[in-house]
């Protein structure tokens, strides 16, 4: 399984932003897709994953700010980042898995997204 990541950028505290990530190759395999993030000096944590049923959940940081999407038959997940937090700056990892907890995991290249006060 590839995941290519696209939408990051620098944007406006307050503003809004559109992460996607497709996924290709045994697309069959994976069933929770999601979104996860590092900060400089910080570890990588989530941020909100989907299921193929479209099960949701958030970090409570984003709660509200943030909604996770998914398109199946395009095998892509999508973040809409709305009312942008400096503290939201970090790298974005895109992230899939067969199933919630499975040692098997699969991720992007990354994306950056800065968020400017």
């Known amino acids: 399984v590839q995941l290519v990541e696209s939408g990051g950028g620098l944007v406006q505290a307050g503003g809004s932003l559109r992460l996607s990530c497709a996924a290709s190759?045994?697309?069959?395999?994976?069933?929770?897709m999601g979104w996860y993030r590092q900060a400089p000096g910080k570890q990588r944590e989530l941020v909100a994953r989907?299921?193929?049923?479209?099960?949701?959940n958030y970090a409570d940081s984003v709660k509200g700010r943030f909604t996770v999407s998914r398109d199946n038959a395009k095998n892509t997940v999508y973040l809409q980042m709305n009312s942008a937090k400096p503290e939201d700056t970090a790298v974005y990892y895109c992230?899939?898995?067969?199933?919630?907890?499975?040692?098997?995991?699969?991720w992007g290249q990354g994306t950056r997204v800065t968020v400017s006060s």
């Open positions: 190759g045994s697309i069959f395999s994976i069933n929770p």
């Open positions: 989907i299921t193929r049923g479209g099960s949701t």
């Open positions: 992230h899939a898995s067969p199933y919630s907890g499975s040692l098997l995991e699969y």
